[in-house]
């Protein structure tokens, strides 16, 4: 008998996220795209942050309810549940269907974050994901984010486990007084 694979989103929040968490404003609102179990809901509900996720799989959202809101769709196949909606804090791992970035850059209100971290081209000399759907191009998480400010941004090898990835951490401007530049620290947590 097959052992049915472990429930996507549980475990420890990803360094990548927690690293960069610090850029969320007190309290700001939170969406998480393709949230399996919440684990990042939990992190930042933890934080003080309302949250919603967004996933596919009815386990993962009943799992996901203890942190906040959740939305079960098929981002994939129906519409942009999000659309017209912005959000202090967008944060994505692991998730990549390339028609949902517009709507996923676009969920990022201004002064808010986006954290992203997903598979990249080479990771399918390692392991799976290994199809070119679901693996980015070099540069294309950058492109994506052309109307942002990229504070933070990592294209490579990650040895352990063994993963191509890429990852930005880029805010969205906000309409600010003239005078000093905005200060988003380069230091985690």
Known sequence: M??????????????WIVRWSHLLAPGATVLDVA???GRHMQWFAGRGHAVTGVDRSPEAIEAARAFGHVVQADIEGGP??????????????????????????AAVAPGGVLLYE????????????????????????LAACAGLRVVAYEDGFVAEPARFVQRIA???PAAGLPGEPPRHLLKGN
């Open 80 to 105: 942009w549940p999000f659309a017209g909606q912005a959000f202090g804090g967008v944060i994505v791992t692991n998730y990549l269907w390339r028609p949902n970035l517009p709507g996923i850059v």
């Open 170 to 172: 880029a805010i969205r």
């Open 2 to 15: 097959k052992e049915a694979a472990p429930m996507h989103g549980l475990g420890a929040p990803s360094e």
């Open 35 to 37: 949230c399996g179990a």
């Open 118 to 141: 997903t598979f990249a081209a080479g990771n399918e000399t390692v392991g799976k994901p290994s199809r070119p759907d679901f693996l980015l191009r070099p540069g294309e998480l």
